[in-house]
């Protein structure tokens, strides 16, 4: 059942003009994150805003949105975020716990804790920070991976291991049936 106040959100975050992503990573990639946060389903997200800027030859290049604009649209869903910018990109790092920020802020070398905090399981964190990378699901067998759940592969994701892929794969299930079910796929 489909709760009315996720569903507002869901609406709010697709009919933005903000968090609209590149063609590289679909354009949904950043309003999903959002949503996946705004819903529990993450604990904390890093997403980016930008927008084409027509350099006037038929060329473009990205534009960082600004940040009030970004921290109030934020803000809006009830998200506490720390938002920062450079030329082309505004990012945010987004929780509904303002503590969890906190966290990442005041360990910014502990990265189990910041893969933690981002939702992803602890097997795949683990296999992720080992000094041998051969703990990781390679790249094409991760895409297979969705190819056969039919969840896109620019859907949020994180890096599998070999050793515990099923159980993480059931992860990213959960996440993209729940936007699906919200209408944010």
């Given at each position: 059942?489909?709760?009315?106040?996720?569903?507002?959100?869901?609406?709010?975050?697709?009919?933005?003009?903000?968090?609209?992503?590149?063609?590289?990573?679909?354009?949904?990639?950043?309003?999903?994150?959002?949503?996946?946060?705004?819903?529990?389903?993450?604990?904390?997200?890093?997403?980016?805003?930008?927008?084409?800027?027509?350099?006037?030859?038929?060329?473009?290049?990205?534009?960082?949105?600004?940040?009030?604009?970004?921290?109030?649209?934020?803000?809006?869903?009830?998200?506490?975020?720390?938002?920062?910018?450079?030329?082309?990109?505004?990012?945010?790092?987004?929780?509904?716990?303002?503590?969890?920020?906190?966290?990442?802020?005041?360990?910014?070398?502990?990265?189990?804790?910041?893969?933690?905090?981002?939702?992803?399981?602890?097997?795949?964190v683990d296999a992720f920070?080992?000094?041998?990378?051969?703990?990781?699901?390679?790249?094409?067998?991760?895409?297979?991976?969705?190819?056969?759940?039919?969840?896109?592969?620019?859907?949020?994701?994180?890096?599998?291991?070999?050793?515990?892929?099923?159980?993480?794969?059931?992860?990213?299930?959960?996440?993209?049936?729940?936007?699906?079910?919200?209408?944010?796929?």
């Open positions: 059942m489909k709760d009315p106040q996720l569903t507002a959100i869901a609406q709010t975050i697709y009919a933005s003009e903000l968090f609209v992503g590149t063609p590289e990573n679909g354009s949904l990639f950043e309003k999903q994150n959002i949503f996946l946060v705004c819903g529990g389903q993450k604990p904390v997200g890093f997403v980016s805003s930008s927008h084409k800027k027509d350099l006037g030859d038929g060329s473009y290049e990205y534009e960082a949105d600004d940040t009030e604009f970004v921290s109030k649209f934020l803000s809006g869903l009830g998200l506490y975020s720390n938002v920062f910018a450079d030329v082309h990109t505004t990012d945010a790092t987004i929780s509904l716990k303002e503590d969890y920020l906190k966290q990442l802020k005041d360990n910014p070398d502990n990265h189990k804790l910041a893969g933690l905090l981002y939702g992803y399981p602890e097997s795949a920070l080992a000094p041998n990378k051969s703990l990781l699901l390679p790249d094409e067998e991760q895409d297979k991976l969705f190819m056969v759940a039919k969840i896109p592969i620019t859907f949020p994701n994180f890096k599998m291991s070999i050793a515990h892929y099923n159980e993480e794969l059931q992860v990213v299930k959960k996440w993209y049936e729940f936007c699906k079910l919200y209408g944010m796929v």
